[in-house]
């Protein structure tokens, strides 16, 4: 168990819906990362939250938001879905602290089919 | 930003065979290069890291090697084991500008032993 919460592990939509995945970092992690993994495909970064601000920003499609909470859970939306949203969706966390870059914890993932 | 490229996708070896899996980053400002296991249909995990004050590090039957002049860093896996069959992640982090507290990932190796 690596502590970071995803919610929910699958999830079947349709085309032109919208969803809602929502993350829980381990506890004391500031730093909240999505990362989109689809077959046979590496993990795409998608964006970084850090304390509650946009840290970086990857290959995050405009149908595609997201945001950290004061309690620094984590959500990302995904709009006007389409097939090829269809992938394993990774939350994860990490203590950045200054100039140290900690071990990203990753969680189960959250499985969108979209039909 | 960074860019970090992996070699090979596909890696097929022998029980008992070493497996060499290798990676170069562009970006002179990543100091930070972590090795992630992802079994089928689980979370990546950390199996080791190395930074860059160091050549190299050893922790049982895997080893990593950093060559920070050519850019590159590789994993080591020796004595290879069924259980070892996974995707394998490499990736690359530093301590400021858009490397900072973010970890860009190679596309993965898929390693199989055989038995």
């Known amino acids: 168990d690596s502590g970071v919460t995803q919610t929910p592990k699958h999830l079947i939509t349709a085309t032109g819906q919208r969803v809602t995945l929502r993350c829980s970092p381990r506890s004391g992690d500031l730093s909240v990362y999505w990362y989109q993994q689809s077959l046979d495909q590496g993990l795409q970064f998608l964006i970084q939250y850090y304390n509650g601000e946009e840290r970086a920003k990857g290959n995050i499609l405009e149908r595609f938001s997201a945001q950290q909470f004061p309690d620094l859970h984590s959500e990302l939306n995904l709009s006007s879905l389409e097939l090829g949203d269809s992938a394993l969706y990774f939350c994860?966390?990490?203590?950045?602290?200054?100039?140290?870059?900690?071990?990203?914890?990753f969680g189960e993932g959250s499985r969108l089919t979209v039909l | 930003g960074e860019n970090v490229e992996q070699h090979p996708s596909t890696l097929s070896v022998q029980e008992g065979d070493s497996a060499v899996i290798k990676c170069t980053y562009s970006?002179?400002?990543?100091?930070?290069f972590p090795w992630y296991k992802q079994e089928l249909g689980k979370r990546p995990q950390l199996i080791i890291d190395i930074r860059s004050n160091v050549g190299e590090k050893k922790d049982q039957r895997i080893a990593v090697t950093l060559n920070k002049t050519a850019k590159h860093f590789s994993l080591h896996i020796t004595e290879t084991q069924p259980e070892d069959s996974a995707v394998y992640f490499c990736?690359?982090?530093?301590?400021?500008?858009?490397?900072?507290?973010?970890?860009?990932f190679g596309r993965g190796t898929q390693l199989t032993v055989w038995p």
């Open positions: 990736a690359a982090s530093g301590d400021r500008g858009s490397t900072l507290g973010r970890l860009y």
């Open positions: 970006d002179s400002a990543s100091n930070y």
């Open positions: 994860a966390s990490s203590v950045v602290a200054g100039t140290y870059t900690g071990e990203l914890f």
